[in-house]
């Protein structure tokens, strides 16, 4: 079944503890992107990456690191979190060009 | 700089009903042009989508139509159904560079 898996689902963290969320996809794709989703804000994009060993970033890329070894593999890297970054965070992949994207199933992250 | 608008937060329809969301957008560089659906503890799914050499697209109850003159994109659901609620997002594409709207949520009352 093609998918995007993200883990975890959801994480409780403390200001300053490093973490990472994890995507991978099995479709395949050359296109990667993470998004934050925050109310009345819609999906903004934080990195994304054209394929492997290039990454990009997006809107928001502030506080956040990536980075593209293999090809179906985009984790994302929270150095030092804080409170702000407490959101709904998306992996999608896709295609290059004009195609549809396929999104993980989000993760939900509070920093306390 | 929000690229992609979705003015309206929330709408809400009688089941059987035409649901219309709207979207718009500012870069006329973009040429690509799509819907995704949400529902809650889920990632947003693809729905249907739009070149921009083309000003209508439909699928089933599903049709968008693009008017690029006034940058302008909008989703009619006709008839709308109670398995339709959900929050709906524009999504307008430009290069590989996809950039969203806020999100509209759609209520369908049976």
């Known amino acids: 079944e093609a998918q995007v898996t993200q883990n975890p689902r959801y994480l409780i963290t403390v200001t300053g503890k490093k973490l990472t969320v994890t995507c991978s996809q099995n479709?395949?794709?050359?296109?990667m992107s993470w998004y934050r989703q925050d109310p009345g804000l819609g999906l903004r994009q934080i990195y994304y990456?054209?394929?492997?060993?290039?990454?990009d970033k997006g809107d928001v890329p502030e506080g956040y690191k990536v980075s593209r070894k293999e090809k179906r593999n985009f984790p994302l890297i929270l150095e030092s979190p804080s409170p702000n970054q407490t959101s709904l965070y998306f992996c999608?992949?896709?295609?290059?060009?004009?195609?549809?994207?396929?999104f993980g199933q989000g993760t939900r992250l509070t920093v306390v | 700089d929000q690229q992609v608008k979705q003015n309206s937060p929330s709408l809400s329809v009688q089941e059987g009903r035409i649901s219309i969301l709207n979207c718009d957008y500012t870069?006329?560089?973009?040429?690509?042009f799509l819907w995704y659906k949400k529902y809650p503890a889920e990632g947003p799914t693809f729905l249907i989508s739009?070149?921009?050499?083309?000003d209508k697209n439909e699928d089933g109850r599903f049709t968008v139509f693009l008017n690029k003159s006034a940058k302008h994109l909008s989703l009619h659901i006709v008839p709308s159904q109670p398995g339709d609620s959900a929050v709906y997002f524009c999504?307008?594409?430009?290069?590989?560079?996809?950039?969203f709207g806020a999100g509209t949520r759609l209520t369908v009352k049976p």
């Open positions: 999608a992949s896709k295609q290059t060009g004009n195609t549809e994207a396929f």
């Open positions: 479709m395949n794709h050359e296109y």
């Open positions: 990456s054209m394929n492997v060993e290039v990454t």
């Open positions: 870069n006329s560089m973009f040429d690509y």
């Open positions: 739009i070149s921009s050499i083309k």
């Open positions: 999504a307008a594409s430009a290069h590989n560079d996809m950039r």
